[in-house]
């Protein structure tokens, strides 16, 4: 079982600041939906709601279509794994677990009978009667999903439930939860300032920025075509040309820079002031100028960074631009202090406004 | 030159630790000397005759009797009212806070002849504009039961108080999130957390209601506590069936203390063992 | 409060707020004030309270006057009231006692937190513990018999050599007194302290003798202001307790040694005049919370600390 959600012009204020602005949002059943944005962007509130913990100051939340306004967190068919997990320390595994059948009124033979089962599918069989004290990090997010997952909730929300973890016990559990909830098929809302769990994790994204929801798409679309500024320099890296559009045809533009006239697609400005951003692994570095979206620059740094190797250069106009190149011997690495030219294919550039947040 | 003074140190210690238990020594070694006055000096000869002399002392008995019940039911309100206040000052913020916390620490330094006179005057004027005769109204140890309550709450507070900051609040969330009722997050998630304040609480309730003396003396009516009886005796006639109880008293205390002592050590091996258990579960799980 | 009754729903808010509100309310503001209104009546019997003669005045403060005593003090001949003179000695005792708890419970509050071996740390604290656990009456109980004239002190002493006649501890004015609150009530001086030293970063001490700053200084620049809040509050506790203690100096007090709770006592129990033994309560409340706040003034520390 599980449920879609609906935010329809959510807005959450605390006192005179929104935290939230008119979200809307529609999260399918079964889907894995993250949200994703840099601290106090409002995803958590907007967590917070859907799980009942507070409510919208506007607005419409509907939990499998129902509306949930006015339910508290125990009436409603979702379960929140919070980010320090908040496991009972006092009771043993297996009654964490089973905490939401005994309060529901279950006899005790059942809830260990299910507490055993969900131990099972987090593979973590064995486990019910230690304490919370005697578990790793990774075995703690098991039994908090198993813990969530006894109610049969219809919706899990994450709230960062990974930020604990050391990097490579992060990495492990990503599959982990993205196995768990492809099994269950329960709809999970995650929310997480890391763009790779995001990315790695999600069915789709929605990019937050200061309470506004920027973009919303699958992970694909969010890295390759960010609506703005916010979302592309938020979800990777950035070389960033300030200038003028001009001939806009067929989604293209020139655009004028102190560097020069550059070629690129052109996003949906609105009137406002745009900027042209190019990802460092879509530059090529030459010996001699290509046909059209050239730089001449002098190399300053090399960093090896293992799968890759970041070119940092300089523009004859004191500009800072970094390249990336595969670590598989196909490029040449270019020298400290040598002269070279920076290039990229219009297509993967794109004219971009800053982040839409009210003014 | 440094271990001079470290042994300085050490001397230092030890001279205190005597200061602190030889009087204790003293008074109980006392209870075993053949003599009518108490003292260890001089020496008269070893008996055990002013234990039992204690045990027929009715008036001791009662006294002792009457101790209890008051500490007990000292014990039993401070750890209900301490506790919900500490509940309450944890979760509210601001001026009211402020006030409230003030008020309730501030009992603490109130002299205990302030606090005895007070609660007298109060509860037995109370029913005299009342013009009734319920025991409420009179003097007697249920007066200085609430007397001492009046102070000892805010004992219970502070401690209850400090085990609440190590409590995360994101647990009855969790427990709430879950389906709980207020009434289940509070007996199986807050209260078993509180539990050891609440231990601690009590048991420095019952001791310090023993012990006091000066809401006991203004508010008892004609009733004995041990601690009033004591008294009594050391200004009148004193025999040392005084240091027999002093003595017994002492015994028991230690062997709390011990008995104590030895739970704390198992619970630090348990706890230990089981961060042990969790980092090797960690180790594994890098591999 | 909104926090409250989301965290715990509004039956149980009510609950604990019904119990707050009786203890405040019942068991401190009313009676307090009761003993206020009082203080201002004149002691009657039962027929006439309430009668023509039962009305406000200052009489029963003024009583503090009454009876003037001479007494000479450093070479000064001056009349004093007994009272005021009672009033002011255990004022002074009080201070004297704090003072000397302080000087004895520093170098051991310093001991247990930076010197002795933390793993023994906790039976030692347990051991400390154990005479605060025996109740007040009985430590000053062993006291007097400690301080008997024919008693253990006098023995111990005669036998070393150090005096060649026993002494009359008890009769000696105050040392009696000031030697039971010592000891009843040191503890209540090293554990705040113990607290304060404990929080103070080893480093910052072996920094300074690094410097090469001589052990006084350090001392006296680093780990004395650092404790400043744990002396605070211990002086606090040490003199409420002193001053209020009714105990000690009835067990252990001389024929000259009055304490101003002895002086209520009577009113109370001697006398049966629970008028004026309310207004001379009063004056010993009034004269706490005056000490609490000049100490809080000095220190500069909070009430919320000194409760530690």
Known sequence: ?359 | MHKFRQNLAHLYMLLFLVFLLAPLVVMSGAAFNDSKLPSVVPWRGFTTMWFSEMIRDERMMLAFANTLWVAAAVALLAVVVGTAAAIMVNSISGRLRTILYGMMISTILIPGVVIGISTMILWTKMGNAMGTEFFLFNPGLHLSVLGQVSYIAAMVMLLVLARLQSFDSGLEEAALDLGASHAQVMRRILLPHLYPAIAAGAAVAFFQSIENFNVTQFTRGGSDTLTVYVFSKVRSGITPTINALAFLLICVTLVLAVLYEINRRRRARIEAAREAEARRAEEAALL | ?308
């Open chain 1, 1 to 359: 079982m599980s449920a879609g959600i609906d935010l329809e012009n959510v807005c959450c204020d605390f006192g005179t600041f929104r935290a939230v602005d008119n979200a809307n949002v529609s999260i399918r059943p079964g889907e894995f939906f993250s949200f994703l944005g840099p601290s106090g962007c409002g995803k958590t509130t907007i967590l917070r709601m859907v799980s009942g913990f507070i409510e919208p100051t506007q607005g419409v939340i509907r939990i499998g279509g129902e509306d949930v306004r006015g339910k508290r967190p125990n009436q409603r068919p979702t379960a929140l794994i919070f980010q320090n997990l908040a496991l009972f320390p006092l009771m043993p595994i297996w009654e964490n677990i089973s905490f939401g059948l005994e309060v529901r009124g279950v006899d005790k033979a059942t809830r260990r009978k299910k507490a055993e089962d969900l131990l099972q599918l987090v593979d973590l069989p064995g486990a019910a009667d230690k304490m919370v004290s005697q578990l790793s990090g990774g075995q703690k997010q098991r039994v908090a999903i198993a813990r969530a997952l006894a109610v049969e909730p219809q919706v899990m929300l994450l709230d960062e439930p990974l930020s604990a973890l050391d990097l490579k016990l992060r990495q492990h559990m990503r599959a982990e939860l993205r196995a768990i909830q492809q099994r269950t098929g329960v709809t999970f809302i995650y929310i997480t300032h890391d763009q790779g769990e995001a990315l790695a994790m999600s069915d789709r994204v929605g990019v937050m920025s200061q309470g506004s929801i920027q973009q919303i798409a699958d992970p694909r679309e969010i890295y390759n075509n960010p609506v703005n500024g916010f979302v592309a320099s938020f979800v990777g890296e950035n070389n960033v040309f300030q200038g003028e559009v001009q001939h806009a045809a067929a989604g293209m533009a020139s655009f004028t820079t102190p560097h020069g006239q550059f070629r690129a697609r052109l996003g949906d400005l609105s009137g406002k002031i745009g900027k042209l951003y190019v990802r460092p692994e879509h530059t090529i570095i030459t010996a001699t100028p290509a046909a059209e979206n050239s730089v001449p620059v002098t190399v300053s740094d090399i960093s090896f960074e293992g799968s890759f190797i970041a070119v940092h250069a300089t523009s004859d106009t004191g500009a800072h631009l970094t390249s990336e190149l595969r670590n598989d011997g196909s490029a040449t690495v270019p020298e400290k202090g040598v002269r070279v030219h920076m290039s990229f294919d219009p297509a993967r550039a794109a004219i971009l406004p800053d982040a839409n947040v009210r003014g």
């Open chain 3, 1 to 308: 409060m909104q926090d409250l009754i989301r965290r715990y729903g509004p039956g149980l808010t009510l609950l604990m707020g019904l119990l707050v509100a009786f203890w405040l309310v019942m068991l401190v503001i009313v009676p307090n004030i009761t003993l206020f209104e009082q203080s201002f009546r004149p002691y009657l019997p039962v027929v006439e309270v309430g009668g023509p003669k039962d009305t406000y005045s200052l009489n029963n403060y003024l009583k503090v006057f009454d009876g003037n005593v001479d007494r000479s003090f450093l070479g000064f001949e001056f009349s004093i009231p007994v009272h005021v003179l009672t009033f002011w000695l255990t004022i002074f005792y009080s201070m004297v006692v704090t003072f000397l708890c302080f000087l004895l419970a520093y170098p051991l509050a310093y001991y247990m937190a930076k010197i002795v071996n933390p793993r023994s740390l906790p039976t030692l604290i347990l051991m400390l513990f154990i005479p605060l656990w025996v109740s007040e009456v009985l430590r000053a109980f062993a006291w007097w018999i400690i301080l008997a004239f024919k008693g253990p002190l006098n023995a111990l002493l005669l036998g070393l050599g150090l005096i060649e006649d026993p002494i009359r501890w008890t009769n000696m004015g105050y040392t009696g007194v000031v030697i039971g609150l010592i000891y009843t009530y040191v503890l209540f001086m090293l554990f705040p302290i113990y607290n304060a030293i404990q929080s103070l970063d080893t480093n910052q001490i072996e920094a300074a003798e690094d410097l090469g700053a001589p052990w006084w200084k350090i001392h006296w620049r680093i780990v004395l202001p650092h404790s400043k809040p744990g002396i605070a509050s211990g002086s606090v506790m040490v003199f409420m307790l002193s001053a209020g203690s009714l105990l000690v100096p009835s067990i252990l007090g001389s024929t000259t040694s009055q304490w101003f709770t002895q002086t209520i006592d009577q009113w109370f129990k001697d006398a049966l005049d629970w008028n004026t033994a309310s207004a001379y309560a009063f004056l010993l409340l009034l004269l706490c919370t005056v000490f609490v706040t000049i100490a809080m003034r000095l220190f500069r520390v909070k009430l919320s600390d000194i409760a530690k």
